[in-house]
């Protein structure tokens, strides 16, 4: 898979993409990493890449120039391009597990009050990450970038890993436990000492039912 950002910011991505799982899958070279500082393909002697809205208005309008001539000169056949944007489909697991099988990610990481309307026109989905106002779209882009590559086969060490997540089965995760059995006098559930594989099975699947219950009751409605 190949990630292209299309940014202002591109030392945003530097250590986020050089760490932890990230970074292990661009050293595997499962996943390339690009950030296009989209200032240089302004196309006008100042680097201009904003401007004032017409009909008036607070803020400023990202033009649509230098985002136009950034995914010309990249030259992709067919991306999934994803404009990050308050406006988008809410960003869930799904569309994680759907992204994740794609060839080419880029996307467009705004950082003034709008888009001009025109750059609509090169994205193939909308996404927020939430019901709030982010200065720009890159953390929300690097968010994107680590639920979607740790589903890519061979990123993380157990397969299993993933597909048990909160979210992946439709329900929160169960609670985990380690060493030591007992701590400050809490102690670990007997039944995940005693080998039964069914049985432990049976109680992480209560567990996860009675958890999403009392924190996401709305996750229920398709189980």
Not at 75 to 104: N, T
């Amino acid at each position: 898979m190949n990630i292209h950002y299309l940014t202002l910011f591109p030392e945003m991505y530097e250590g986020v993409l050089g760490t932890s799982i990230l970074g292990r899958a661009k050293e595997k070279g499962i996943v390339s990493y690009h950030a296009v500082n989209f200032r240089d393909y302004s196309g006008n002697k100042h680097n201009k890449v904003d401007d004032y809205p017409y009909g008036g208005g607070a803020g400023m309008v990202l033009k649509p120039e230098p985002v136009f001539n950034a995914m010309e000169a990249m030259d992709l056949k067919s991306p999934r391009v994803i404009l990050m944007c308050p406006q988008g489909r809410p960003f869930d697991q799904k569309m994680a597990e759907e992204l994740s099988e794609e060839e080419d990610i880029v996307f467009i990481c705004g950082h003034y009050e709008g888009y001009d309307e025109r750059i609509r026109t090169l994205v193939t989905d909308e996404v927020s990450i939430g019901d709030y106002v982010l200065t720009g779209g890159e953390l929300a882009s690097l968010t994107m970038t680590d639920a979607i590559v740790r589903l890519i086969p061979g990123v993380l060490s157990r397969e299993e890993s993933h597909q048990e997540d909160s979210f992946s089965t439709g329900l929160l995760e169960h609670p985990h436990y380690t060493r030591p059995r007992e701590y400050r006098g809490m102690e670990v559930p007997e039944v995940l000492l005693n080998g039964n594989h069914r049985l432990i099975e049976e109680w992480r699947r209560e567990e996860s039912l009675k958890r999403t219950k009392e924190r996401r009751p709305d996750l229920l409605s398709d189980q």
